[in-house]
């Protein structure tokens, strides 16, 4: 059974193209990190509107840290998380954190994902991701904003070398 027709399918996906190419996604530049393979990092997502996002850590070998799953096979691990909780508790600003343990060689991102509003009505909210090595120095930096429901694959990328 036919329920579309050729042209009328070619139109559609046209419309789903154009509003993928309205989403904002981040390409920032690949930070070098030189120097830290083998050490403790820290990843630190941060946001002062008053909504609930989530972090999103991807390692070299592929492999994603959330708060679904919060260890890594090679050790990386979720730490600090904020929610729609905290935002009840009235605090004006929230952080997630992660930790990646011997950080390995190799590019890892991370994503944002705005998960719930929790009763507010932004739809979108600024973000900045800081990384720090073991002793809390900052060692990169990005920021970006991010869309309510709506993951932001790539909200800054970094390579350990």
Same mark, same amino acid.
């Not at 190419?21 to 630190?44: F, H």
């Not at 060692?139 to 070398?161: C, D, H, T």
């Given at each position: 059974? &036919?329920? #579309?027709?050729?042209?009328?399918?070619?139109?559609? /996906?046209?419309?789903?193209? /154009?509003? $993928?190419?309205?989403?904002?996604?981040?390409? /920032? @530049?690949?930070?070098?990190?030189?120097? %830290?393979?083998?050490?403790?990092?820290?990843? @630190?997502?941060?946001? @002062?509107?008053?909504?609930?996002?989530?972090? $999103?850590?991807?390692?070299?070998?592929? @492999?994603?840290? %959330?708060?679904?799953?919060?260890?890594?096979?090679?050790?990386?691990?979720?730490?600090?998380?904020?929610?729609?909780?905290?935002?009840?508790?009235?605090?004006?600003? %929230?952080?997630?954190?992660?930790?990646?343990?011997?950080?390995?060689?190799? &590019?890892?991102?991370?994503?944002?994902?705005? #998960?719930?509003?929790?009763?507010?009505?932004?739809?979108? /909210?600024? $973000?900045?991701?800081?990384?720090?090595?073991?002793?809390?120095?900052?060692?990169?930096?990005?920021?970006?904003?991010?869309? %309510?429901?709506?993951?932001?694959?790539?909200?800054?990328?970094?390579?350990?070398?």
């Amino acid at each position: 059974m &036919r329920w #579309i027709g050729k042209q009328t399918y070619h139109w559609f /996906a046209w419309i789903i193209l /154009a509003g $993928f190419a309205a989403i904002p996604i981040v390409q /920032a @530049e690949v930070k070098e990190i030189d120097g %830290y393979q083998g050490e403790t990092l820290q990843v @630190e997502l941060v946001w @002062e509107d008053p909504v609930d996002l989530d972090l $999103f850590l991807t390692d070299p070998t592929g @492999e994603t840290i %959330y708060f679904a799953n919060r260890v890594s096979k090679s050790g990386n691990r979720m730490g600090t998380e904020s929610g729609c909780k905290d935002i009840e508790k009235k605090k004006s600003s %929230y952080r997630e954190t992660a930790v990646i343990q011997k950080a390995k060689a190799g &590019r890892y991102r991370v994503s944002v994902d705005f #998960i719930k509003d929790c009763g507010n009505t932004s739809l979108e /909210a600024k $973000f900045g991701v800081i990384l720090k090595n073991e002793e809390g120095i900052v060692i990169g930096k990005a920021q970006s904003m991010v869309q %309510y429901r709506l993951l932001n694959p790539v909200g800054w990328e970094f390579k350990v070398k």
